[in-house]
Every structure is written in structure tokens, then in C-alpha cells.
């Protein structure tokens, strides 16, 4: 099995887009000046990777932000988890429902589809909120660091 490197899975428009957006947790380009071209190292695992939203990436910026900014980070637990469950149905709609689509398999097939997605988030959403509102800060930062690694 070969291993392929991310910027060959990553779909052109969705790299294009990328380049020409600014993202809040980069640091601002200096006018007139070239950015350093680093050299690619293949990963070291093979891996997956999502594409969301802008503005689900600010919101989901803006919780981490907050969380860790905080004295005590427990008082911020709800909005995590919300974040944490948006990610989550972000990501089953990209790589469930986004193929499915796109293999025109019918409607019916596409309806049955969207009922068993519902149910399964409803079961995510209620096992993330509890699981996180029982979390203490030093967890909820491991959270945040993990989402953060997560967006690189």
C-alpha cells in the first residue's frame, strides 16, 4: 500500500481557496515580502483530512481562544462541546453524505441516509456534551490543543 502525500488528496479549488484566504490562526503575510518555502516531509502516518467551513473554522477559533484565555476554563465547557459536535457533523456530512451525493445514488437511498445521520448525531451530540461537561481545565486545554493540532 503506498502512501499518498495530503496535498495530492486535497482538491484543487479547496487548495487554491486556502491560499487566497487569510486564516485567523496564520500569521499576517508581510507586504511585498515572500513567504519562506518550506521543504514538505511526507507524514509520518498516513491521514485524513476534512474541509469546513469559514466560518464554522472562526467560531470553532474564537471557543479555543476564549477556553484558554480563561481562569477557570470550566465555565466554557457547553461552548466546546457545541464546537466539538459541529466538527463532528461537519465531518460525517463530508465524508458520508458529500460521496453519496455525488455517486447519484437516489433519493430514497439518500433519504434513508439522512434519517440514520440524524439519529447518529443526535447520539454523538448527547455522548460529547456529557463526556465534556464532566471535563476540568487541564482536560478541556488537551481538548483545545488536540482541535488546534487538528487545524494545521
Given at each position: 500500500?503506498?502512501?499518498?502525500?495530503?496535498?495530492?488528496?486535497?482538491?484543487?479549488?479547496?487548495?487554491?481557496?486556502?491560499?487566497?484566504?487569510?486564516?485567523?490562526?496564520?500569521?499576517?503575510?508581510?507586504?511585498?515580502?515572500?513567504?519562506?518555502?518550506?521543504?514538505?516531509?511526507?507524514?509520518?502516518?498516513?491521514?485524513?483530512?476534512?474541509?469546513?467551513?469559514?466560518?464554522?473554522?472562526?467560531?470553532?477559533?474564537?471557543?479555543?481562544?476564549?477556553?484558554?484565555?480563561?481562569?477557570?476554563?470550566?465555565?466554557?465547557?457547553?461552548?466546546?462541546?457545541?464546537?466539538?459536535?459541529?466538527?463532528?457533523?461537519?465531518?460525517?456530512?463530508?465524508?458520508?453524505?458529500?460521496?453519496?451525493?455525488?455517486?447519484?445514488?437516489?433519493?430514497?437511498?439518500?433519504?434513508?441516509?439522512?434519517?440514520?445521520?440524524?439519529?447518529?448525531?443526535?447520539?454523538?451530540?448527547?455522548?460529547?456534551?456529557?463526556?465534556?461537561g464532566r471535563m476540568d481545565?487541564?482536560?478541556?486545554?488537551?481538548?483545545?490543543?488536540?482541535?488546534?493540532?487538528?487545524?494545521?
Amino acid at each position: 500500500m503506498t502512501q499518498r502525500r495530503p496535498e495530492v488528496d486535497r482538491p484543487a479549488r479547496a487548495k487554491s481557496a486556502r491560499k487566497a484566504v487569510a486564516r485567523p490562526s496564520e500569521p499576517a503575510a508581510k507586504p511585498g515580502g515572500k513567504r519562506p518555502v518550506k521543504a514538505a516531509s511526507p507524514p509520518s502516518k498516513p491521514f485524513l483530512r476534512f474541509y469546513h467551513s469559514e466560518s464554522l473554522r472562526a467560531k470553532t477559533l474564537t471557543v479555543l481562544t476564549t477556553l484558554e484565555k480563561a481562569k477557570d476554563g470550566r465555565q466554557h465547557r457547553s461552548a466546546l462541546a457545541d464546537i466539538v459536535v459541529e466538527l463532528t457533523d461537519s465531518g460525517m456530512e463530508y465524508y458520508f453524505m458529500r460521496p453519496l451525493k455525488l455517486a447519484k445514488a437516489g433519493f430514497f437511498i439518500e433519504q434513508s441516509a439522512n434519517l440514520g445521520m440524524a439519529a447518529t448525531k443526535g447520539v454523538f451530540g448527547s455522548v460529547i456534551r456529557n463526556i465534556i461537561g464532566r471535563m476540568d481545565s487541564p482536560q478541556l486545554l488537551s481538548v483545545c490543543r488536540y482541535i488546534r493540532e487538528l487545524m494545521k
